[in-house]
């Protein structure tokens, strides 16, 4: 009955219901029904209301005395409420979704609209209904449901009139009664039987939108809760309330395993965790699969355990693991007489589609499973189909459409695997080859749009697998392998991409396909020589070659030029190297292809460049950027603006080009290129006017990260003696002494010559800071002898450390030799910044040795040591000198210095 005694109250005390409840502490709602008659309030409540109005209980209309519905336990309400009895059971194993239930109470909450509509969308499986069970027994919901929750379980065909029937019976409407109504008037009936009642209708596992409207009986106060696995129809209904739910992480998902089947999960955990990610997550699957564990460890076997884990690690046993109806809960899609697996849960909605979009989720398996993602173009291309199979199977919630994608596609890894079993074999050969086919193309479309192959990595991995793995596929092995091996390489993938290669040699050698073989020996060549191998790379290049020759394809034959060049030059043989690039620039301007002059370019660049022919070096650098750049090859641009760098003298544009060359290897992604870059940037930043060793420090650091990580033995061997130089400057010798003989013993596995005179010569100094002459010029002398023939800069610096250790040792004439020799060699190379480091040493040696009256000059102009110590004795350096002497002394009858 309505307590018209607050209502009359409220009124003398012009409080709004609104009002009233705040000053109470309780919800407007509340207040309403404390008004109708519906609730009553508990002690704090009615103390709270008499307190306010200044009366008594009884003039309130309420009684405290025995019997009577208030109570003193707390500041709620006591409802009478009504609990479905369809409601199923608690789940007494529900882990991992603590957020999932955080954001569908807030949405149940929600007070922009007077009718809240939720609805939980995704895969079978994902736990749904688990996650609704759970929410109609929390004691939040039911608190803020305080009228009650009303349950029904739908499924492809619902009982509609039943569950109308059972939810009359709740709410007391006789049945005979009842069954005169039509359809409307017994939803109205319901309606105007809830009232104004707060209550929460669950509406599980919806398949069409009439279902579920069907059930909208509530009135303002009551909120929907909806299940359904089609994405459509739960924005169709609840619009901005729509929340997929997703599958569990891997922590959530060995936590659920571990409360299934702790002694497995303790025993053999990496297995069980190849388990969770064979399953994608999947609550059901874990669940069928973490009661199967508990019960073949019921006997604690550690062998039964491991034959257990091993079944299942094949997807037939997995799909062949179910429990009875009841057991693993409950399950609307399927009659109670049908075992609960995940073959039979997936079934359902596979049995709705159409033949045409059932055919294309089969083809579909043939791609890498979720986290993974393909496109609609691939997809189109691949499973033979159209795009409205692919929006069915979005709709039946079996194919995730991915967020903030263009037109990509993931398919979730238990639907893939159960799509793929039911692939038939020869279907399957035929869609794995559209598959190869396919990627083969796409590649060589897009080989510099880096961008768009990452994205298809996995793809292009995937495929090239399947292809080397089958029997069938054999004729689509080389040129795929060959389209993806550069990007590859680039990407650091180049432990796949040489199985790859080699299996497609074995093949075309099998063939006998000259052209074939040719093209899988240049990736090989250039994995040996990343791999430090110069030896074997040269071979390769060379049997290439000879292939290329046969065939007399000019444009293979170029590379070979090309490449046989580059390992001629790393292995100190200059002039063999200037005469086969020399040779290929004569094919490649023949032809016509700009692709390659830009190669040998860059070739002709780092080769001058080592050998100090610094004009040279960046007039070839500068002709093939003026060529590259309209091409809009961001690798080979790279290329030459490091090369550039290298041979300009300082100044603004040096560090400029380098940076250049960061900023495209970082936004291509290729770690080698910022490896190098790197090397080179932390140079200029040790020798220049700009000296910042930190930033120099942090370069290499980086750079030698990369190197090791790609495993790189050149570019470590680089960075490492750099770190040298950087660490010695700083004082850090010990450090400095470690990267050195590091830096060396890596060149020297390699054979590169010029590599191993750079570590070469920081040992050397380190010795000399160190005061141990004789350690430097061994390693000086060392240098000397492994320097390459025509490179001068690295003859003039180990000149240079001769001359220094020789000064500590007090050898001077042969100092002062060495001394000379290094500037003559700089100065015709025009090796300014290096001039001013040996020139500012040999003249304060002169200096010092001249203000010790050590030294003398010869006629000429040489230096010589005295010998007497009046010093008015005259030494000559040559008999030439010494006859001019006598002439002048014949003329004079005195000697000029």
């Known amino acids: 009955m309505p307590n ?232 169709q209904l609840a619009a901005g309330n729509a929340l997929m739910i997703e599958e569990l992480n891997e922590e959530q998902s060995v936590h659920l395993l571990r409360v299934l089947a702790r002694e497995v999960v303790d025993r053999e955990e990496t297995k069980v965790r190849e388990l969770v990610h064979a399953v994608g997550g999947l609550p059901l699957a874990l669940t069928l699969l973490g009661n199967y564990l508990r019960k073949q460890a019921y006997h604690h076997s550690a062998r039964r355990t491991a034959a257990a884990l091993e079944r299942l690690s094949n997807v037939n046993e997995r799909f062949k693991v179910s429990e009875p109806h009841l057991q693993a809960g409950t399950h609307p899609t399927l009659p109670s007489s049908v075992a609960i697996s995940l073959s039979s849960i997936i079934e359902v909605s596979d049995h709705f589609l159409t033949s045409q979009a059932r055919e294309t989720l089969y083809a579909l398996s043939v791609f890498p499973p979720k986290p993974q993602s393909f496109s609609e173009e691939a997809a189109l291309c691949i499973a033979a189909c159209t795009p409205s199979e692919l ?202 292809r700009p692709e390659l002059v830009c190669d040998l370019c860059t070739a002709y660049s780092a080769l001058y460049a080592d050998s100090a022919n610094y004009q040279q070096a960046e007039a070839y650098a500068r002709e093939g950027l003026a060529i590259v750049r309209a091409l809009g090859d961001r690798e080979r641009i790279i290329a030459l603006l490091i090369n550039l760098g290298c041979s300009l003298q300082p100044s603004p544009e040096k560090p400029a080009s380098f940076h250049e060359a960061l900023l495209l290897a970082r936004e291509i992604r290729s770690d080698e290129d910022c490896c190098l870059v790197l090397i080179n940037l932390s140079d200029w930043y040790t020798n220049s006017t700009e000296c910042d060793l930190p930033q120099a420090e942090g370069y290499l650091c980086e750079a030698i990260s990369i190197a090791r990580r790609l495993g790189i033995t050149e570019w470590t061997s680089a960075a490492l003696a750099q770190l040298t130089i950087v660490l010695r400057l700083q004082g850090r010798l010990s450090e400095a002494e470690a990267c050195a003989q590091e830096a060396f013993t890596l060149a020297k596995e390699i054979q590169r010559p010029r590599m191993m005179c750079t570590a070469l010569d920081e040992i050397g100094n380190l010795a000399l800071v160190r005061g141990n002459a004789e350690q430097a010029l061994e390693a000086f002398q060392e240098m000397s002898r492994l320097c390459p023939q025509g490179d001068a800069e690295v003859q003039a610096m180990s000149l240079f450390g001769l001359g220094r250790a020789y000064e500590q040792l007090e050898q001077h004439m042969l100092a002062l030799s060495c001394g000379e020799q290094s500037l003559t060699l700089l100065q015709h190379k025009g090796q300014t910044q290096r001039i001013e480091r040996v020139q500012a040493w040999y003249t304060s040696l002169v200096q010092q040795l001249q203000s010790s009256l050590k030294v003398d000059t010869c006629i000429c102009g040489e230096l010589l040591m005295r010998t007497s110590k009046t010093g008015r004795t005259r030494h000559y350096c040559s008999d030439r000198c010494r006859k001019r002497a006598q002439r002048q002394r014949d003329a004079n009858g005195h000697v000029t210095k």
């Open 4 to 235: 018209n005694n607050i209502d009359i109250l409220r009124a003398k005390y012009k409080f709004s219901q609104q009002e009233l409840a705040e000053k109470v502490g309780a919800a407007p709602l509340t207040v309403g029904r404390w008004e109708r008659g519906e609730a009553v309030p508990r002690k704090y409540f009615l103390m709270k209301l008499c307190e306010i109005f200044k009366c008594s209980e009884e003039e309130l209309g309420f009684s405290t005395g025995p019997g009577s519905l208030t109570g003193t336990d707390g500041p709620q309400d006591l409802v009478v409420s009504l609990h479905d009895v369809a409601i199923p059971l608690a789940m007494d194993r529900f882990v991992g979704r603590e957020h999932d239930l955080k954001r569908i109470k807030a949405a149940l909450r929600e007070t922009e609209s007077s009718v809240v509509f939720v609805a939980l969308n995704g895969i079978p499986g994902v736990g749904k209904t688990s996650l609704a069970i759970t929410l109609a027994h929390d004691p939040e919901v039911r608190e803020y449901f305080s009228d009650g929750i009303l349950w029904a379980s739908l499924g492809p065909t619902p009982n509609l009139a039943g569950l109308l029937r059972r939810w009359a019976r709740l709410f007391g409407i006789p049945e005979t009664q009842f069954a005169e109504f039509d359809e409307d008037q017994k939803r109205q009936a319901l309606r105007t039987a809830i009232g104004t009642r707060s209550m929460l209708l669950v509406l599980d596992d919806a398949w069409k939108a009439e279902h579920a409207l069907a059930l909208q009986v509530g009135g303002n106060n009551c909120a929907y809760l909806m299940t359904t696995r089609f994405p459509a129809m739960a924005t």
């Open 391 to 592: 929006y069915e199977l979005v709709d039946a919630g079996l194919l995730e459409y991915q967020q903030g994608a263009d037109d990509r596609y993931r398919l979730h890894r238990t639907i893939a695997d159960y799509a793929h079993l039911h692939l038939w074999e020869q279907t399957k050969e035929t869609v794995i080859l559209r598959l190869l086919a396919y990627m083969q193309q796409y590649v060589s479309e897009h080989a510099k749009v880096y961008e768009l192959l990452e994205q298809e990595i996995t793809l292009i991995l995937y495929a090239l697998e399947k292809a080397v793995t089958g029997a069938a596929f054999q004729a689509h092995i080389v040129p795929l392998v060959c389209a993806a091996t550069p990007f590859l390489l680039m990407r650091g993938y180049i432990a796949q991409a040489e199985r790859f290669l080699e299996r497609a040699y074995e093949l075309a050698t099998a063939s006998h396909e000259s052209a074939k073989m040719a093209k899988v020996l240049l990736f090989l060549g250039e994995i040996s020589q990343k791999r430090g191998n110069l030896s074997r790379a040269k071979e390769l290049y060379k049997q290439g070659k000879v292939l290329a020759e046969s065939i007399s394809d000019i444009g293979l034959l170029v590379a070979f030029y090309h490449d046989i060049g580059r390992m001629s030059w790393k292995m100190g043989n200059y002039q063999e190297a200037e005469t086969l690039l020399q040779e290929g620039m004569t094919f490649a301007q023949a032809i016509e």
